[in-house]
C-alpha cells in the first residue's frame, strides 16, 4: 500500500508542526503540508492532493467544521479527521454531518490519532467512546424547531461560543483572555465575528440574544 498524504491545518503553527512531525514520523503516513486558515487549508488541498487532511475545529476563528464540509463536497474521496479541544457531542455531531470521518480530542495518543488517521483512509469511522451514544441519539432525533436565536447561535464556532458565555457572565476582553487562554487580540476577533454572525452591533445585543436563547431551551452546548 502506497503511504498517505496528510495535510495539516491548525492556526497554532507550533502544535501544526509537532503534530506533523508526528504523523509524519509514521512509516506509512507522509505530511505533505501544514498550513494555518481555511483559505492556506483550500488551496493547499487542491495543490497538495491529500488523501486525509487533518484539522482542528476552530481555525483563529474560522470554522474549521464548514472547512470540512467544503472540502468533501468538493472531493467526496477526500477523507478529513476533526480535531479539538473541546469534545462536546452537538460539535462530534456537526463534524459527522460535515462528512468528517473521526473525531478526536487533541489530546488524543500518537497510537490514537494515527489509528483514526488510517481507518478514515479506508472509509471507516471513529467517535470517542464517552461521546458515541449521544452523538447517535442526536444524529437519529427528528429534528426539532429552533427558535431565531437558537439559528443565530448555530453560526457560531466553539471557541466563539466559548467566548460568548463569557460575555454573558459579564466579563470583559482581558477577563476572557485569562479564561480562555489566548490573547486580548484573539478575544476581540471573536467578538467581531461574534457580532457579525448573530446580527447585531454591541455586545450587550449579543447577551441578550444568548439570554433569549437559553429562555427557549436553545442554549445547548
Known sequence: ?????????????????ALATV???QPDITVVGTCDSV???ERDTTALDPDVVVLDVDLGGE???ELARRLRERDPLLR???????????????AVRAGASAFLAKDASVEELTAAIRGAARGESWIPPDLLTGVL????????PRSPEAELLGRLTDRERDVLDC???GMDRATTARRLFMSVNTVRTHTRK???????????EAVAVALRAKASGGYAR
Not at 1 to 17: P, Q, T
Not at 137 to 144: D, G, K, S
Open 39 to 41: 483559505e492556506a487549508a
Open 194 to 204: 461574534i457580532l457579525s454572525k448573530l446580527e447585531v452591533h454591541s455586545s450587550l
Open 80 to 94: 478529513v479527521v476533526v480535531l479539538t479541544g473541546h469534545q462536546r457531542v452537538p460539535v462530534a455531531s456537526a
Open 63 to 65: 470554522d474549521g467544521i
Open 23 to 25: 504523523i509524519d514520523a
Open 167 to 169: 460575555m454573558v457572565e
Open 1 to 17: 500500500m502506497s503511504e498517505l498524504r496528510i495535510l495539516v491545518v491548525d492556526d497554532h503553527r507550533v502544535f501544526a508542526g
Open 137 to 144: 441519539q442526536e444524529l437519529q432525533a427528528p429534528a426539532a
